[in-house]
T-cell receptor, first 111, second 114 residues
Framework: GNSVTQMEGPVTLSEEAFLTINCTYT??????LFWYVQYPGEGLQLLLK?????DKGSNKGFEATYRKETTSFHLEKGSVQVSDSAVYFC??????????FGAGTQVVVTP | EAGVAQSPRYKIIEKRQSVAFWCNPI?????LYWYQQILGQGPKLLIQ????????DSQLPKDRFSAERLKGVDSTLKIQPAKLEDSAVYLC????????????FGPGTRLTVL
């Protein structure tokens, strides 16, 4: 079956540091890939998505590229801010349309 | 545009008691989802409605969980009787048409079963 694996947290960074959160997936066919973010006390928000191989999703300075050859969708940001502190979820949507999430990675950015 | 509303935000009950959660999706959204998010895990889909019909309830523990969306708008998820392992955040989401559309999530209800 489909599955998503992402790096464990917490990831602790200083402001303006470079952030990478690794995400790999297992799926049949050609899934769409997503990153969701959950700020403290709030619901999940869609951060970015990519629907086919080599697509790059981007939003709010975050980027992720759909790599079919490595079955990966790593999230990156060049310079994080304190306000980026949140839990980040990688997810895939297979042919049946069901969203499947990874376990989440907590990111803590310190001033 | 108002987002997905859920209530209550927090609930503490004892095992074997019953509990109900309410969700009001974004206006006009046909599809509604209930997810369970156990601490340290990603959300897991419990049930998906298209208007007032069930599309997918394959992961809903039907011996104790039930959900309805009678008029195709708001929805209620019930647990009866609750077990300790039901402690989790219950998230509601909605999308405009179907599962190919972006899902918008509510803030969730945090359930603690003692």
């Amino acid at each position: 079956g489909n599955s998503v694996t992402q790096m464990e947290g917490p990831v602790t960074l200083s402001e303006e540091a470079f952030l990478t959160i690794n995400c790999t997936y297992t799926a049949t066919g050609y899934p769409s890939l997503f990153w969701y973010v959950q700020y403290p006390g709030e619901g999940l928000q869609l951060l970015l998505k990519a629907t086919k191989a080599d697509d790059k999703g981007s939003n709010k300075g975050f980027e992720a590229t759909y790599r079919k050859e490595t079955t990966s969708f790593h999230l990156e940001k060049g310079s994080v801010q304190v306000s980026d502190s949140a839990v980040y979820f990688c997810a895939l949507k297979g042919s049946w349309g069901k969203l499947q999430f990874g376990a989440g990675t907590q990111v803590v950015v310190t001033p | 545009e108002a987002g997905v509303a859920q209530s209550p935000r927090y609930k503490i009950i004892e095992k074997r008691q019953s509990v109900a959660f309410w969700c009001n999706p974004i206006s006009g959204h046909a599809t509604l989802y209930w997810y369970q998010q156990i601490l340290g895990q990603g959300p897991k889909l419990l049930i998906q409605f298209q208007n007032n019909g069930v599309v997918d309830d394959s992961q809903l523990p039907k011996d104790r969980f039930s959900a309805e969306r009678l008029k195709g708008v708001d929805s209620t998820l019930k647990i009866q009787p609750a077990k300790l392992e039901d402690s989790a955040v219950y998230l509601c989401a909605s999308s405009e048409r179907g599962s190919t559309d972006t899902q918008y999530f509510g803030p969730g209800t945090r359930l603690t079963v003692l």
